[in-house]
């Protein structure tokens, strides 16, 4: 979103984040200050790296694998600079409000008992730099970290289970961090001696304050390891203290002795060559800890076995949900860890029967659940939506957006405080009641979005398509009735006329406010482009919900869409600039020519659809993107400007790359698509453990704000989805912006049960290109049929041969391109079998 206009200084997202504490003020994300053309390099950027990329990597732009027709790969784009760090995957379990993660120095974070490790005989820091991490399996939020010194290799690996096992129903379920340290000795001849102190509760400090995950600033460990006492404090009796609350225990391996000192034990191992011995902790993350009977139970847990039944219910997880398997390792990972991470963002809300979604844990705003949810529901999750969206029922006329509106009854706010989850006084154990009292000298100025209702709207509208459940919407509706006619209200004190009787620009538009991250100012701006586009885009779907399910409020409010979106293409039309080094819609209807974000302005029409991608706007926008916000480097799309003196620049990724894949897969731009599918997978999320991130600087990898990126993180999902499957108006196109290597002999494409507005589709693509052809196996269970008139699949040879022959259930088929490699035919609802000869 964006941070802040320097011409109306006012509560942006990132200037309110400052003022708690978490992160370093800004200025709007994509060029907010009126440049027409690329700003100077600031002083402090002159002397260090250029951030219009490297001239080496120069052939991996969207012109050059245009013109070489090249497919780029992961690697190669992955390869080119670091990405962003792992900063603090979370293991918590799912919907728990205690949040559990790995830090970068091996410490384990968490609010309530979090703890510090050291090694070597007086305990020295690990050096955070140095430490490398993965997720078991690739995809499972179980974090490994390694870390070497000299012929001893430190590992730990972690994760989170509940005490009793099962699922959260509460939020008070007795939840522990799982922890096993090892040392290994490297050396081929010597033996070693190993130390690894363990201090709990205790925390290093580093540059992110509590809650950790926000801050724009470049990450650093600032602190240092507690100290430690001369002399042990108590015999070792396995059992970790704080006063008189029990936090945990702790259980040397074979050959491991413990020390025990005052919130501190030190364990000392001897190891020959190639010798490995472990210690296992496991740890309350509560601050009152446990019971005596609580602790019994908690020392049988076996820390393999227990890891093992993690394993089993994350990929429980995975298995309710729609299943995507590509012949590439890093897009099928990536793909699994934003599902699963993504359970760590819905909280169980205290003893009720809904979930409180949040962002990064940092805040709840509907137009980044929009994007969260409704993707979650497009993979199947729909308990999981339904108990989330139960949330937004409950902040409803709760308090007024940033803008000048009549009133706020219906009004859909955004939620920086977490009323209503239960956990807003919880400040010793959850991060949400640590962060609840911040803002609470800074009342009425968190980042309170105009278009926050339209974006709830759309996600029901979103859950009803993809489930068709009529007696849900129904019993909701009035609530999403009551926030359609606050629109309706606060669209029509914009219906005014000027002194020679003509229509003010605005007329019809939502009333001036704050649309994103950018502050009300003067009271002329009106932000057709992301207030109003947004509102419309929500507005217009739940209308045509609530019509598709025999609402009597249906009608009326497809009309008033209707009127809404005639009022927006009107303003669009009296803005437009002819000027080509101007975009081609500025950002809000009272200018200055120029000024504007340009991936939350004019971009975001083309993703509410008031743009289409074959509008020859597009293409003035794509010019202007790749001038202005490309800069020729790799796929990225987004570029921030210097944010103080101590940032060099960053891209914003995912925001505005996921509106341009879908437009490039539509229009059948596939290197360009590609170019930005992996570009956003190479550094949308973090290579080690593939947590998403908001934006990342190309030069310095410390630079991983909004981490883990809920709305981002499934955003991606979405582009691998689209990769494979696109919808677009009445037609469902197969296999659009997919690469041909993923089709090179024996490989298999599988997607399995990903659901659409019409039913939900599975698809299997077997190459048997060394046997001249490829076969597709299809199978749509269809339950609205009046929304898919037309199925095409498209089907790339890894060697570009042209189609000779194709059969459609066993006859020949001839309602196929073989120049642009697709094939067209009828859905129905039984399984299709496509075979493709060469």
């Not at 090249?70 to 979370?90: I, K, N």
């Not at 070497?148 to 961090?177: P, S």
Request: hydrophobic fraction near 35%.
């Amino acid at each position: 979103m964006n941070d802040n206009d320097n011409n109306n200084p006012g509560p942006s997202r990132r200037e309110f984040l400052w003022t708690l504490g978490a992160g370093a003020p800004g200025v709007t994300l994509l060029n907010a200050a009126a440049q027409v053309a690329v700003p100077p390099t600031p002083p402090s950027e002159a002397t260090g790296f250029k951030e219009g990329g490297d001239p080496a990597y120069h052939h991996l732009t969207f012109d050059a694998v245009t013109r070489d027709h090249h497919e780029v790969t992961y690697e190669e784009v992955a390869d080119a600079y670091g990405g962003p760090m792992s900063r603090g995957p979370l293991v918590s379990v799912k919907a728990h409000p205690e949040l559990v993660w790995s830090r970068p120095d091996m410490g384990i974070g968490m609010v309530a008992n979090p703890l510090a490790f050291g090694i070597g005989t007086s305990p020295q820091m690990v050096r955070w730099q140095s430490v490398e991490r993965s997720l078991l399996h690739g995809y499972l939020p179980i974090v490994v970290s390694r870390y070497k010194d000299g012929d001893l290799r430190f590992e730990q690996m972690l994760y989170a289970t509940l005490l009793d096992g099962g699922d959260v129903k509460t939020g008070r379920e007795k939840q522990v961090a799982m922890i096993r340290m090892s040392a290994f000795n490297a050396s081929p001849t010597e033996p070693q001696q190993a130390v690894w102190w363990a201090f709990a509760p205790a925390a290093v400090a580093t540059t992110d304050p509590p809650p950790y995950f926000w801050s724009y600033k470049l990450f650093d460990v600032t602190g240092a390891l507690p100290t430690v006492t001369d002399q042990p404090a108590r015999e070792p009796d396995g059992v970790w203290r704080d006063g008189q609350a029990l936090l945990g225990a702790y259980e040397p391996g074979p050959g491991v002795a413990p020390v025990a000192y005052e919130k501190a034990v030190r364990f000392e191992m001897d190891l020959l060559p190639g010798q490995k011995k472990n210690v296992c902790l496991k740890l309350s993350t509560n601050k009152r800890g446990l019971t005596t009977e609580e602790l019994v139970r908690l020392r049988r847990l076996d820390f393999t076995t227990e890891r093992d039944r993690r394993v089993l219910d994350l990929d429980a997880v995975l298995n309710r949900g729609a299943k995507i398997r590509v012949p590439e390792d890093a897009v099928n990972n990536i793909f699994r860890a934003q599902i699963l991470y993504n359970q760590t963002q819905m909280v169980q809300a205290a003893d009720r029967d809904y979930y409180m979604p949040v962002q990064a844990s940092a805040g709840v705003w509907p137009w980044e659940h929009m994007h969260q949810l409704s993707a979650l529901d497009g993979f199947g999750y729909h308990d999981d939506v339904r108990k989330s969206l139960a949330y937004f029922l409950k902040l409803q006329g709760r308090r007024p957006p940033n803008a000048q509106v009549k009133s706020y009854a219906g009004f859909f706010p955004s939620s920086g405080t977490f009323e209503e989850s239960g956990w807003e006084d919880d400040t010793d154990s959850t991060i949400y009641g640590v962060i609840a009292h911040r803002p609470e000298s800074k009342a009425g100025t968190f980042p309170n979005w105009l278009c926050n209702t339209g974006c709830v709207l759309r996600l029901h509208a979103a859950h009803y398509f993809y489930t068709r459940d009529r007696q849900w919407l129904m019993s909701v509706a009035p609530a999403l009735i009551k926030g359609c006619d606050w629109i309706i209200e606060s669209r029509q004190s914009t219906m005014q006329r000027d002194a020679q009787g003509e229509k003010v620009l605005q007329y019809g538009l939502m009333p001036a406010g704050q649309p994103y991250d950018t502050p009300v100012g003067k009271g002329d701006e009106f932000f057709y482009c992301w207030t109003d586009g947004y509102t419309y885009f929500g507005f217009e779907h739940i209308a045509e919900a609530l019509a598709d399910a025999g609402h009597a409020d249906g009608p009326r409010l497809l009309r008033e869409a209707a009127s809404y979106r005639h009022d927006i293409l009107e303003a669009m039309r009296r803005v437009r600039n002819t000027d080509p080094n101007l975009p081609v819609y500025p950002e809000k209807i009272h200018g200055p020519e120029g000024w504007g974000s340009f991936g939350s302005g004019a971009l975001s029409l083309v993703h509410v659809g008031l743009v289409g991608s074959s509008d020859p706007a597009f293409e003035a926008m794509e010019h202007y993107m790749k001038e202005h916000f490309n800069l020729n480097v790799l796929g990225l799309t987004a570029r921030c400007h210097q944010d103080d003196k101590g940032n060099r620049g960053s891209y914003y990724v995912t925001l505005t790359e996921d509106v341009w894949h879908a437009a490039w897969a539509e229009r059948g731009e596939v290197e360009k698509a590609l170019l930005c599918f992996y570009s956003n997978l190479a550094y949308g999320v973090d290579k080690e453990t593939r947590g998403a991130i908001e934006r990342f600087m190309l030069h310095d990898r410390r630079y991983a704000p909004f981490f883990m990126d809920a709305s981002g993180g499934m955003r991606i999902c979405n582009m691998i989805r689209r990769t494979l499957m696109l919808e677009q108006g009445r037609e469902l196109r197969l296999l659009p912006a997919t690469p041909r290597r993923w089709l090179e002999a024996g490989k298999k494409i599988e997607v399995e049960d990903v659901r659409t507005y019409f039913g939900s589709v599975s698809l299997r693509v077997d190459s048997q290109v060394q046997r001249q052809r490829i076969v597709a196996e299809l199978e749509m269970k269809v339950t609205s049929p009046e929304r898919l008139k037309k199925v095409s699949l498209r089907v790339p040879h890894p060697a570009r041969e042209q189609m000779k022959k194709v059969t459609l259930d066993g006859r020949p088929w001839s309602e196929f391109q073989a120049e642009t490699e697709t094939i067209q035919f009828a859905p129905t609802p039984r399984q299709r079998q496509v075979v493709v000869e060469y």
